[in-house]
C-alpha cells in the first residue's frame, strides 16, 4: 500500500532508517570485537541481535572524507574529499537527497565541527541540526553525547514515519576529556569516553525503538578507529593500518527480514552501507570489488606534514600499502600488521600495485592556492607561493618520520594549555627527526613569540611558509613575531596577506590593526577595525584595540 503523501513514493514496507556513526571509535574496544575490558555493556549486548561485520572498515581515516564515503556511496578515490574543510560539492548526490525525494523524512544531529554544514553534508537533511554550543580544550566546538543523544530524542517527537535519521557522535574523538562519572570508570580516558557515547547511543536507541518500533533498519558504524600509539601514532590520519582503518559495524535489519544474528566475515567498506539502505534496506554480502571499492587512501600525511600520501588495497588476506617503502601484510596470520613481507611475495606485490595504479588518485597540489593578491604580497617578502603539483617521489614515507608525531603530539597539547616551555624540548625533538615539518617550524614559530623571543621565531616561521606557502596561520604567526620586533612594515604586509585568504580571522586581523597603528596609519587601522565587525561584532572591545580609537 502506497502511503498517502504528496510527491511520496514511499510504501508501507519501506522502514525507517537510523543510521548512527561514532566518530573515532576503535573496533577492538567493544566487547563484540574481542576486548576483554570492553567498556561498552550496551553495544556489547545489542551485538546479540545483530549482524556484527568482523571485517568493516573505511576508506579513508578522516572525518568528513568517511562520512562522505557513507553519505555518497563512492569511495574518497570517487568523491574526491580527501580532507577535513573541503566543502562536498552538489556533484556528489547524497543519500538524504534521494531518500527525501522518494518520501523519506530526513534529520540529522550532528556532534562535532567537522561535519557543520558548511562542509556540505547538510544537503537532503530537512533538518539538520548542527549547533556545537560548547568548545573543547583545544577550542574547537563540538557537543557532548548525552546533548546529542537529548536533542535527537526531542527530534523524533516531530519526525512521522518513515523517516532517515542520521546521528554523530563525537566524543571518543581527542582530546580524550570524558564527563563525571565517566571520567574515572576505565583504565584509560579515551576508553572511558567510549563507555560515556555507549551510554549515549543506549538512550537514543530506546527512544527510537519506542517511536518506531523494530520494523525498522538501524546501523552503527564508526567513521575511523584510533592508533592510541600503535605504529608510532597517537590519534587518527597518517597510517592506513587497522588500528584506524577497520572500524566497528552492527547491522539491525527489519525484525522478520531474515536471518539476522551472528558474524559476518564479510569484508564491507562502509561506502557499502549507502546501497543498504537506498536500494535493499537490508545489508548484502560484500560489495562486487571492482579496484575503486577496495581502495584505501589518505593524503592528510601530505596536507599536514609534508609526507607523502598513502595509498592501500585489499584482496583475500592480503593488504599492500603503497608508498615510497611500501609495506605488504597477511591479516589473517598477523593482524597487528607487525611484520612487512613485501620482499618474500614479489608476485602479489606486483599484481597489487598494478591495481592501484589503474585506480586515479585525487593529486595533492602544493599547498593551497592562494589567491593573486596575496601571492603578490607574499613574493613581496621573498616567498614565493608555487602552484601545481608537489614531486610526490620526493617526499619522504610517514613510517620513516613517525617517531616525530609522539612529541609532537605533547607539544601541541603544552601549546593547547600556554604550557610554552615545556613545549620547547618536543618540539627540539621532532625537528631532530623531521626538520622540514611545517606543524613544528610554526609551533616553534608560535612557542618562541609567546616567550619574547621573537627573532629567534622568525627562521621558524618562515620556513614553516615555504614548506607550506599560503598557510593562514603560519601568515599570522609570522606577522605577529615581525611585530614584536619592530620590523612593522613586513608585518604589515603578512597579516594583510593573512586576512586576504581568511577575512574572519580575528586573530589576525586585531594584529593588523594594531601594526598601522604604531605606524601611525590611524585611518586605515580604523577602517581594518571597522571591517571586522561584519565577522565579529565583539572585535572593536577586544583588550588590544578597545582603547586605541578614544575619542
Ligand atoms: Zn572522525
Redesign the pocket.
Known amino acids: 500500500m502506497t502511503l498517502i503523501c504528496a510527491g511520496s513514493t514511499v510504501t508501507a514496507a519501506d522502514p525507517s532508517v537510523l543510521l548512527i556513526t561514532i ?2 571509535l576503535r573496533a577492538d574496544r567493544l566487547g563484540s570485537y574481542g576486548d576483554a575490558h570492553s567498556s561498552t555493556p550496551f553495544l556489547d549486548r545489542l551485538s546479540r541481535h545483530a549482524v556484527v561485520y568482523t571485517d568493516a572498515w573505511t576508506d579513508v581515516p ?2 568528513l572524507p ?1 562520512h562522505t564515503s557513507l553519505l555518497t556511496g563512492q569511495p574518497v578515490t570517487r568523491h574526491g574529499i580527501t580532507g577535513n574543510g573541503h566543502p562536498v560539492g552538489s556533484e556528489n548526490l547524497l543519500l538524504p537527497e534521494i531518500l527525501k525525494a522518494q518520501g523519506y523524512s530526513t534529520a540529522a544531529v550532528i556532534g ?1 565541527y ?1 561535519l557543520v554544514r558548511k562542509f556540505g553534508l547538510s544537503r537532503g537533511f530537512q533538518m539538520y541540526d548542527d549547533r556545537l554550543k560548547s568548545v573543547n580544550r583545544t577550542g574547537v566546538p563540538e557537543r557532548s553525547g548525552a546533548a546529542v543523544a537529548s536533542a535527537s530524542i526531542d527530534l523524533l517527537e516531530s519526525l512521522k514515519a518513515p523517516v532517515f535519521l542520521w546521528v554523530h557522535f563525537y566524543d571518543p ?1 581527542a582530546p580524550y576529556d570524558p564527563p563525571d562519572p565517566y571520567r574515572n570508570v576505565c583504565k584509560d580516558l579515551y576508553r572511558s569516553e567510549v563507555a560515556y557515547t555507549d551510554r549515549c547511543v543506549e538512550l537514543l536507541m530506546q527512544a527510537w525503538t519506542e517511536k518506531f518500533g523494530s520494523e525498522t533498519f538501524r546501523i552503527i558504524v564508526a ?2 578507529g584510533e592508533s592510541l600509539g600503535d605504529h608510532n601514532e597517537i590519534t587518527h590520519g597518517v597510517f592506513l593500518y587497522q588500528e584506524t582503518v577497520g572500524v566497528p559495524l552492527l547491522v539491525l535489519p527489519p525484525a522478520g527480514s531474515g536471518p539476522v544474528v551472528g558474524l559476518s566475515e564479510s569484508s564491507v567498506p562502509i561506502h557499502a552501507i549507502f546501497d543498504w539502505i537506498l536500494v535493499k534496506r537490508v545489508p548484502s554480502p560484500g560489495l562486487g570489488s571492482p579496484e575503486h571499492a577496495r581502495v584505501i587512501y589518505t593524503r592528510y600525511p601530505f596536507d599536514r606534514y609534508h609526507w607523502s600520501p598513502l595509498t592501500a588495497i585489499r584482496r583475500g588476506p592480503w593488504k599492500y600499502i603503497h608508498g615510497p617503502d611500501p609495506e605488504l601484510y597477511n591479516l589473517d596470520s598477523d593482524p597487528g600488521e607487525t611484520l612487512n613481507v613485501l620482499t618474500t611475495n614479489a608476485r602479489i606485490v606486483e599484481f597489487m600495485t598494478r591495481e592501484i595504479y589503474s585506480v586515479k588518485i585525487p593529486k595533492p597540489e602544493t599547498g593551497r592556492a592562494v589567491t593573486t593578491e596575496t601571492r603578490m604580497m607574499l613574493e613581496s617578502l621573498g616567498y614565493v607561493a608555487p602552484s601545481g603539483h608537489a614531486e610526490m617521489a620526493s617526499l619522504p614515507d610517514p613510517k620513516g618520520l613517525a617517531p616525530a608525531l609522539a612529541p609532537l603530539e605533547r607539544a601541541l597539547n603544552a601549546v593547547d594549555h600556554g604550557l610554552w616551555q615545556d613545549a620547547l624540548p618536543d618540539l627540539e625533538r621532532t625537528l631532530t627527526i623531521d626538520p622540514d615539518n611545517p606543524v613544528a617550524n610554526n609551533n616553534m614559530g608560535l612557542v618562541l613569540v609567546r616567550l619574547n623571543r621573537g627573532d629567534q621565531a622568525i627562521p621558524f616561521l618562515k620556513r614553516a611558509l615555504e614548506i607550506k606557502p599560503g598557510d593562514v596561520q603560519v601568515m599570522s604567526n609570522l606577522g605577529v613575531a615581525y611585530r614584536r620586533t619592530g620590523k612593522t612594515a613586513d608585518a604589515v604586509t603578512m597579516l594583510r596577506a593573512a586576512l586576504t585568504e581568511t577575512p574572519d580571522f580575528t586573530g589576525a586581523r586585531i594584529n593588523l590593526v594594531l601594526a598601522l597603528y604604531t605606524l601611525g596609519k590611524l585611518d586605515e587601522a580604523q577602517q581594518i577595525l571597522q571591517m571586522g565587525t561584519e565577522y565579529d561584532p565583539e572585535i572593536v572591545n577586544h583588550p588590544a584595540v578597545k582603547t586605541l580609537f578614544r575619542e
Request: charge should be negative; charged fraction near 20%; glycine fraction near 10%.
Open positions: 566518530d573515532t578522516l572525518t568517511a562535532g567537522p574523538h567513521d575511523h
